[in-house]
Structures are given as C-alpha cells and as structure tokens.
C-alpha cells in the first residue's frame, strides 16, 4: 500500500491501481477529485472564530495544535520603537530590516509551543512575504524571530516560482490578511523545493540532536550557577565538540539551531533576548541563575505535593497542618490576612495595579506585617519571576504553578490567575511598590541590581579615581563662556557649549564635555559596574545614576575649574565643517540655564508647538523641584552672552538645513511622556523586605517640550567630530551606523523622506504607524559597529556618542580610544592620523593601520600591532565588548523610554478612568476616543491606534459590539470608541466599538485572484 502514496503531500496515485478496480473517469490525484466534487457542489467558505487567546497564554496542555494549523504569531512592537529624536540612534528591535530574501527564520506561533521554519521571499509594497516548511504562505511588515540562517537560498530563481504563484503583492493588510485567512498562497506543488530544503535543514539539526543528546541535556548544569549573558555560539562551544565546527572555525547553522532549539525548550533555566536588527550574529540569551532554578523546581514539587494532600483522605488533609506542608499552610494564613488589610487601603483592580490610598483607612503598622518563613520566601520569590521578570515564555507548563499558588490563597475568585494577577498579589503583600513598573523586572539583564522599593538607602562608598592623566595636555578656557543648556533639576552635566569667532563669517564651535576617563582606569571595578548598567536609569520615579558614587559627580560634572575633553568645530555661515580638533581643557566661566530659557532667549518658538493634550492624576507637588545649582535667567545674561546664544542658535540650524540636503531627517514629532513626582508618597510600615505607602505618585502625561533644536543640533556635531578625529587615525571605537547603507536604499530613503515624510511634518500631521514602518524598514535599524559607516537619516558621513560619559558607557568608551590615542601622540610628538574623513580636503590620503611583524634572535615571527597602546582592541570590542553592550542599551531605552513610559502612562489612564484620581483643575479624561484600524486580523481582533497620546489599543471581537461585521473593517476605518479594559502588567488597551466615523477606501480580492489561488 505504501506503493500507492507518492509526493511530499501523499497523494493516492490511481495510476497504480487495476483499471478494472479505477472508477471510470476517476482523476488522476485526491486533490483533483476534490476540486471536482467542490466544483460540482459550491458552497460559500465560512471562517470560524480562532479558538485561541489574542494574546497572554493559551491552553496548551490538554488541547493538541498541529503545526499546519496554527497561526503564526507576528508580534508586533510599539510605535514608540520606531520612533527617535535624532540623536536616539539605538536599535529598539525592527529585526526584519536586515532579513533578506532567501533568508530562513524561525517564527513562533504564541502559546502553542510550535516553531516554524520560514524562508523570505521577497519585501513587496511595505509587507515581507514568508514560505514555512509546512507550505504555508505569510506576510507581515515585521517580524520577532528566535532564529536567522542569513543566505539560506542563494539563486534568486528557486524562489521565483514561489514568488510568482502568490495570488496578491498588494500594499493593502486588509487583503492580504484575507487571502491568508482563507489559505488562497503558493501551494505544496509549487514550493516543494523549498521545503524539501528546510526539511532537510530540520533533519539535520534533529540528526545533531539525537547524535549529542547526553551532552545537550546538560544545558543547565554546564554554564555554571550564575546568572549571565550568552550568545548562541558561546553556548554551542560549551555542548557540542568542536569536531562539529566548519570553516573559520565556526558550528554549523543546522548545528546552532540543534542548540537553539534544546535552549528553547528549556525556559527554567534560559531566556531568549530577541529583540534587535543584529541579533542573528549573536543570538543572545539570559541564563538563570542556579538559585532561580532550584527554587522553580521546589515550588513546583511543594505546590504539587499540596495539591495531592488536598485531593486525598482526610487524614492525608491532617498533613497540612503538621509535617512539610505546614509551613506553605501557615505562609497562606500570613498573605491572606495581609492582602485583607492590604484591601481596606487599596482597591484590588483586575488592570494590573493597585487603586489609589484610601484617605481615611487605618494606617498599617509594622507589627501587623508577618515574617515569612524560608518556605514563603520561596513561594514569593517564584512569583516575583513568574509574574514580575516574565520569567516562562507563553507556551511555558511554568504558568501553572503561579495559577495554582494564586488559587490557594483564595482571595482572587473572579480573576484570570495570570501573571497580571500574579504582579498584583505582590503588590497587596507589600514586595513591590503599588505602583512598580514591570518593565523594570521584565527587561532587566544579569549582572543588573533593581531595588524593589524606592527607600532604600545608597550605600556607595568613595570612588576610586586615579590622578588626572591629561593634566599636562590641559588648555585653559578662560576666555570662553560655557553654556550648560539643562533642566534645573538635572544631576549629571555631561556637556556644555561655547563660541569663538574666527573671522571671516566662520565660528569656533567648541562642546565642552565632561572627563571622567581621565581619572576612571578602564580596566577598574568602577568601570565594570559601569559597564554593567550601561547607562543611568531615567525612568520616571526609579532613577538610578550609572555611578552610584556622589563623589564621580562632585569632581566631572561641569563647573568652574573642572577638567572637560573638548570637541572643537570650524563651521561657517552655511552649516559647512570646515575643520575640527579634540582638546583636553579647564573651564572656568559657566552659565547653568534651562532650554526654555534659551528658547526665549534666541526667539525660538518652533519647538514649543507641541500637541496641548495632557492628563494629570495625583495631587501636585507643593511646590517646583529646587535646583541643584545657580540657573541663569535670561535678565542675568550679558548682551554678549545673549548675542553668542543667538550666534550658535543660527549656526545650529545652518548646520540642520546642511544635514537635511544631505538626505537627514527634517524633524521628529514631539513624544508622550510621562512626568512623575513621588514627593506625595511616604514609607507607612516596613518589616523584612515589605513595604507599605500611604500617597500616590503625581503623574502628568503631555507632549515632551524640553528638547532644544540649538542643544541637539550641536551635541549631533560633538558626535561627528569625534568619529571623523577616531576614522583618521584608524582608532576603533563604537559608531553608530544604519544598516542599510546600499545605494540603491540610500536613494529610496530621500525620496521616501522628501516625497511622504516631509510633507505630511510641514503640515502639522504625525505620519501614521505604516509610513513610520516603511522610512525605519529603508533605514534598516542602527548598530554599533567598529566599522565606519553613513548615517544617512542623520545625514552624517561618520558618528558616534561623546557627550554623556557621566551617563552612557559607550560615550566613556569612545573618551577612553581618544585619550589613550592623544597621550600616544604627545609621547610620539607627532600626529597619529593615517588618512582622511569623508568629503574633508587639506589631508594627504594615507594608508590605514596594519600590523607590522618582527622577528626575534630565534627566528620566531612576531605580530607587533602599531594601536597596542589603546585599552581596547577592535578584535575586542567586535567579539566582547560591543554584542552585550548593545543588548543592554537596547534595554535600557526600552525601560526608559519606551515600555517604562508606557506603563506609567497606562497607570495615569486606570487611576483616571476606574478611580476617579484626576487632579484638580486639570482636564478630565475623555469618555470616548478616535480610533483608527491599523490591522485586521480575521478572527481573532483589530488593532489599531487612538488619538489619546497615539497608544496602540486592542478590539477583541465581542467588543465589535455590533457595530460592523469583521469582514467588512479595513484598515484606516475610523470609530468611535470606549475603553474596555487596561492592563498595565501586560502594557495593554482593549477597547469597544460604539460607532463608525470614518470609512476607508475599500480594496476587495478580486474573484480573478481568488479563481487563479483555487487553481
């Protein structure tokens, strides 16, 4: 019989059955019977709902999937990802510009715990087109995958035929979403070959597997117990021989997916960092600590056996009261009464927060608060990486520990038993804040400390500082007048800016910045805990400085008679860079003044024309923050201090219009943001690590307005100097370069800019979401990169970040290169430079750099490496230092500035919204909003954007509300709206349908498409 089934698709083959046993006319395969028979009995196709979650964790352990079934899962991110301010030049995660066609993925499909092999067929209109190796056809404009194997298909024609047979390349979601949902793509027959390839990768890597079983089942216990940041490969080196590596001494593809995929199922002990343009060159992952995951097994093997006690007789039952399972009984007793107690104060909420304080509840005192035993530490501590660090992937069987602890503590009957809740048992029983921020945990790396409560003390001792290293090099600016452009509360001043005329209609253009590698060894433990946080926190209501120790401040933040390094410009009238030099320097005259102050001060009301909407909850602060030092007001400057101001605010956009001819972005809309004041918050009760507070924050949600177009235009300049005085000399240092720097994406990019970006910004319109998507897919991301490369939406030839090293490490990394390289050529007395920067005249070209050999008495070859006076080699910044340094400032923008900012923005939304916490005098909270469709999914939920603050919001289809039938919403459909849930946990908006205000042009699948996808 198994003669009959031929094919990938085991097609019954009547040619080899007896005619006289052949009906007569029978076709030659089932697929050709069966288009007969639908032929013959038309019966319009119905889609049945998705019987799956739209998002959080599905049932995957007593329901089955298959693979040919599922839907991929095309997680989407925020807006505020693709988003920057011109010098945010941080990769946020658009993974699927640097995808290529031929390119395989890997792509999840959610809660079922089932990956996908999927090779790129090509970008069309916006939309990359997928093939799996289960012989489904996918689009999306971005996609999160756990896996890349670049240049998996290498001729162009074994796609084409793929290509060719999808039914739409339209640039409309709508119908391509459609032609998805009813299975119209390229069929099995047509793409056999690449999916007999991907088997054959499948295979292979199963075949490495099976091979080194014993050695991959030990992923947990071979890294050690610490927690730690590893790449794939670094893993791979650890479980596999090194037999298995190819050319240049690298595994495999099919070897690193083998790996890849033992890690993936392995959540107790890894999870994966996949976010990032460049995270296919490393393939970064968490490793858990030891300690986490004994304590996942422990709970998981107490709670089990609990639940087996409360199942049996009753004199099993007896054990619960005495014997093991005592101490988890009287830990539930202890959180039962606190999360009473809690609740007399704070309302519980299903939206992931506590309400606001009570004001005439009973205060809580420490005797009241309970002392947990080891065995409820452990259970809280399981929670805190359940439900606060994320700590199981959706698909996880982790989740149902959390539930069932949840359901033992009896005090959440009407709730879904999911982390969301989860977060909000620890903060009823005092372990975080009642207004914490989950991204803080989710998104926190190893080698990273988070406070759980805001009280506690700073015990940072001395720094470590060595003598000043430039001290002899130092040039005194005591003729200049350093302007330190900041707000007034601000800590760290990193930078400040001075003039200088040079005649002739030219400018001396000098950013003096501050100097803390002059004193700060690299190699010191200050540096590496510097290192390790990668930048200061600025999240609101949980700032935490990169150096904790006050005396780092004390001694570099700009002021008089402090040392500063500093980037010289000769620039004229026109926005040209004429000449450019790096000084080490004292300062001696400072002016400390607000951009505002500025602002006024130069006439510059451009930047203040920010959107006017605001929400403010809390009560406000008594009082403005006091300063941290002496602010000039605009009545205290000189008339040659307003006319320098004036001078460098006309040179700064000169220098603008200059960037913009050569292809940068114009300008950027200004950004929600949240403002956070904690001055209304007081500890109540501490015992042990719980904390009670009575008050809540003060948050304001508006329009950022402190942005100067004088500050970033100048500190932009700071940055290119410093790379074209590192590219000359051939110094290595940390560029910040986009991805796609092809010409052919160069040339797309201006014209998309100049032909839909510009217009829609000259009228006053934030350009939607699909416009932003396609100029950052051009962009293609940006990474920090040794090798020097444009950055065209900047329209810079050469760039890096210099101008925060109290601040960000790569800017201290980059002082350290230079400074290392100045003491280099004052020893040497000559000049270090080798070549030219772009588009620069006056400098012969020279060669670049290279490693010189020697040869000693024995004869024995010697490499001598003319840059080995440097404290860091480019082999060593590409291969260890550079890939963790962008996964943690990948992070930490996004706790910043993106996921951080939106949860509290979300939290002002609940308190205003459920609670009524709208401050005095402030506008109230709209009841309904605009929204706009930015996607259909069929089946299973709209997502689209609302005119408050422009955050993505969820229609989940019960919340159509009769309103429209699904089939008939398209993208840019405009309705009227209401909330119907928030989740600020989960960083989610659903909201309802009320009416229809806006219809969008229709764009339907014409029966022809549908006709030619049938056949």
């Known amino acids: 019989m198994a003669g009959l089934l031929s094919g990938p698709d085991l097609v019954f083959d009547w040619s080899r059955i007896n005619a006289s046993l052949r009906p007569p006319g029978a076709p030659d395969s089932i697929r050709e019977r069966l288009r007969k028979w639908e032929a013959e009995n038309p019966v319009p196709a119905l889609a049945m709902p ?47 510009a640097v995808l290529n066609p031929g390119d395989l993925v890997e792509v999840n499909t959610g809660a079922w715990k089932i990956s996908l092999l999927a090779i790129l067929l090509g970008r069309f209109n916006g939309h990359l087109h997928f093939y799996t190796h289960t012989g489904k056809w996918f689009t999306c404009r971005n996609i999160r995958s756990g896996f890349v194997v670049k240049d998996f298909i290498q001729d162009p024609a074994e796609l084409q035929a793929v290509i060719d047979a999808i039914p739409s390349l339209s640039a409309s979601e709508t119908v391509l979403n459609q032609l998805q949902d009813l299975n119209l793509g390229p069929s099995r027959d047509v793409g056999a070959s690449l999916i007999r390839r991907m088997y054959k990768f499948q295979a ?3 075949l490495i597997h099976q091979t080194y079983v014993e050695r991959l089942s030990r992923a947990r216990t071979q890294l050690g117990s610490n927690e730690k940041l590893l790449s794939l490969r670094e893993i791979a080196d650890a479980l596999l021989p090194a037999s298995l590596k190819r050319g240049k001494g690298a595994f495999p593809p099919e070897a690193l997916y083998a790996v890849h995929s033992v890690i993936e ?100 005192s420490p005797s009241e608060m309970p002392t947990f035993s080891d065995t409820g530490l452990a259970v809280v501590r399981f929670i805190e990486h359940w439900a606060a660090c994320d700590g199981f992937r959706p698909g996880s069987q982790g989740h149902w520990i959390g539930a069932a602890i949840l359901r033992l503590v009896s005090r959440y009957h009407d709730a879904l038993l999911d982390g969301s809740t989860g977060w909000t048992f620890l903060q009823e029983i005092g372990w975080i804040p009642p207004w914490d921020v989950s991204a803080r945990h989710t998104l926190r790396l190893p080698d990273q400390n988070i406070s759980r409560h805001i009280a506690e003390p700073d015990d940072a001792g001395p720094a470590e500082l060595g003598p000043d290293r430039l001290a002899h090099l130092r040039q005194d600016f005591a003729r200049s007048t350093v302007y330190c452009i900041d707000s007034a509360d601000t800590l760290d001043v990193d930078d400040g800016i001075s003039l200088e005329a040079a005649g002739s209609g030219q400018y001396w253009i000098h950013v003096h910045v501050a100097d803390p590698a002059s004193c700060i060894a690299p190699d010191s433990e200050l540096a590496k805990l510097a290192a390790a946080k990668t930048q200061s926190s600025y999240l609101a209501g949980f700032q935490h400085p990169m150096f904790e120790h006050p005396d780092v401040r004390e001694v570099f933040s700009l002021g008089p008679n402090r040392p500063a390094l500093t980037f010289s410009a000769l620039v004229d009238e026109n926005g040209h860079l004429l000449d450019s030099k790096i000084t080490p320097g004292t300062l001696r005259d400072v002016v400390y003044i607000t951009p505002e102050d500025v602002a006024s001060v130069v006439e510059d009301t451009d930047h203040l024309n920010v959107p006017p909407k605001v929400l403010e909850v809390g009560a406000r602060p008594a009082g403005d923050p006091q300063p941290t030092r002496r602010m000039a007001k605009p009545s205290d400057l000189s008339r040659a201090q307003k006319r320098d101001l004036r001078t460098l605010s006309k040179l700064a956009a000169a220098l603008q219009r200059a960037r913009v001819e050569r292809g940068a972005f114009p300008a950027y809309p200004p950004k929600p943001k949240a403002t956070v004041s904690l001055d209304g918050v007081s500890q109540e009760a501490a015992h042990n690590g719980l904390v009670f507070y009575d008050g809540d924050p003060h948050i304001r949600v508006a329009y950022d307005s402190s942005g100067n177009p004088l500050v970033s235009s100048i500190m932009q300049l700071a940055g290119e100097v410093g790379a074209r005085w590192c590219y000359e000399r051939d110094i290595p240092i940390p560029y910040r370069v986009q991805l796609n ?9 201006r014209a998309f800019t100049r032909d839909i970006m510009v217009p829609q910004l000259a009228a006053g319109k934030n350009p939607p979401r699909e416009h932003w998507d396609a100029m950052m897919s051009l962009v293609g991301g940006f990474t920090m990169t040794t090798t020097p490369g444009p950055n065209l939406i900047m329209g810079l030839e050469l760039y890096t970040k210099v101008t925060s090293p109290l601040r960000r490490y790569p800017d201290l990394l980059v002082h350290w290169q230079i400074e290392a390289a100045m003491l280099e050529e004052h020893k040497r007395g000559q000049s270090l430079v080798v070549r030219p920067s772009p588009g620069r005249e006056g400098h012969a070209p020279a060669e670049a750099t290279t490693t010189t050999t020697t040869t000693n008495n024995n004869n024995n070859t010697k490499k001598e490496d003319p840059l080995s006076f440097l404290p860091f080699s480019r082999k060593n910044l590409e291969d ?26 979300l939290q002002a939304l609940v308190r205003a919204w459920r609670f009524g916490d709208v401050t005095p005098g402030a506008p109230p909270l709209p009841r309904t909003f605009r929204y706009t469709v930015t996607n259909v999914t069929p089946r299973r939920t709209l997502k689209g954007e609302l005119d408050w603050f422009e955050r993505p919001a969820h229609v989940e289809l019960q919340h159509i509300n009769g309103v429209a039938r699904v089939s008939e919403i398209k993208v840019g459909d405009v309705f009227e709206v209401e909330l119907a849930d928030v989740n600020v946990h989960d960083n989610r908006i659903c909201v309802r349908l009320l009416r229809r205000l806006e219809e969008a042009k229709r764009e339907e699948i014409s029966e022809e498409a549908k006709k030619e996808s049938s056949t």
């Open 880 to 905: 260890t230092i550079l890939p963790p340094l962008r996964i943690r400032e990948r992070h930490s923008r996004l706790t910043d500035n993106v996921d951080g900012n939106s949860q509290w923005m």
């Open 265 to 364: 199922d392995e959540d107790i002990a890894f999870r994966a960092l996949n976010r990032g343009s460049r995270h296919h060159e490393g393939y970064p992952y968490a490793l858990y600590s030891a300690a986490v995951q004994d304590n996942v097994a422990h709970v998981e093997q107490m709670v089990r056996e609990y639940y087996e006690l409360l199942a049996g007789p009753r004199a099993s039952r007896r054990k619960l009261e005495r014997g093991p399972a005592s101490g988890l009984t009287a830990f539930l007793e202890q959180v039962r009464k606190l999360i009473d107690r809690s609740r007399e104060q704070r309302e519980w909420s299903p939206y992931g927060m506590l309400g606001p304080r009570r004001k005439d509840a009973a205060a809580l």
């Open 741 to 749: 720097t092809d010409h052919e994406s160069q040339e797309a990019l």
């Open 50 to 96: 998705a019987d799956e979650p739209a998002y959080g964790v599905g049932n995957m352990l007593t329901k089955a999937q298959s693979e040919f079934a599922v839907r991929v899962d095309l997680a989407t991110e925020d807006h505020d990802t693709h988003r920057s301010d011109g010098l945010d030049m941080v990769d946020l995660g658009l993974e699927a």
């Open 204 to 206: 292979e890597a199963r």
